[in-house]
């Protein structure tokens, strides 16, 4: 076989197999979502409001692009937020609005998912007389470090991308395993430190 037409193949595969395992992703979180909205939809209906609201802000950090249910879960918090803002219960308000806003933070990387809510909550927290490090009514921003952002992608991508070849020098022919670069513990290797980065971007972000 052809050198060149050896490396389209392997490419192909490569790029199969990650955007395979960014689908497998993207599906967990998107099941995660979904399982945790309407667990937080049943506690609701049992007037259990508290655990509810557990539930819903747990939806919004299962964050994924397109899903329908991180939109309900913001729409359910903020219904939950207006209610108890009504009736007088502020803490119980400030809790449904925080957990909106940090849920899309959460979320965040290089951008910030859900930017309308976020004003939005601003605005309610505002007038809550929210208080914070920087006093009543400012509101600390926690969009994350563009640096460390910028780390978790990379990590993320290392390791999606590590994984995908070492799956593809195990399912691959044998032969693939002469060359270094074709080693499969190569790639655990790569993809462990990839995750690292990843974990650790996401915790200093």
């Known amino acids: 076989m052809p050198r060149r037409h050896w490396v389209s193949n392997k490419l192909v595969k490569a790029v199969f197999l990650t955007v395979l395992l960014l689908l497998i992703l993207w ?43 991180t939109e309900k879960a913001a729409k359910a918090l903020w219904e939950i937020g207006e209610k108890a803002e009504s009736r007088g219960d502020t803490r119980l308000a400030r809790i449904a609005f925080e957990s909106i806003r940090s849920g899309f933070y959460a979320a ?20 809550l007389g929210k208080r914070t490090e920087t006093g009543v009514g400012k509101l600390k921003d926690p969009h994350p470090n563009p640096i460390w ?29 002469r060359a270094w670069v074709k080693k499969p513990g190569v790639w655990i ?10 974990v650790l971007g996401m915790a200093m972000a």
């Open 108 to 127: 965040s990387h290089l951008f910030v998912p859900g930017r309308s809510w976020i004003e939005r909550v601003d605005v309610k927290l505002e007038g």
């Open 27 to 69: 599906g967990r979180a998107f099941y995660g979502s979904m399982q945790d909205y309407k667990t937080g939809e049943t506690f609701l209906k049992e007037n259990q409001t508290v655990r509810a609201v557990t539930y819903f802000d747990r939806a919004l950090h299962w964050y994924a692009p397109l899903s329908p249910y």
């Open 189 to 198: 290797g790569t993809g462990l430190v990839c995750f690292s980065l990843w």
């Open 149 to 177: 952002s910028v780390v978790v992608v990379i990590g993320f991508l290392g390791w999606v991308g590590s994984a995908a070849a070492w799956i593809q020098l195990v399912l691959g022919p044998k032969e693939s395993s």
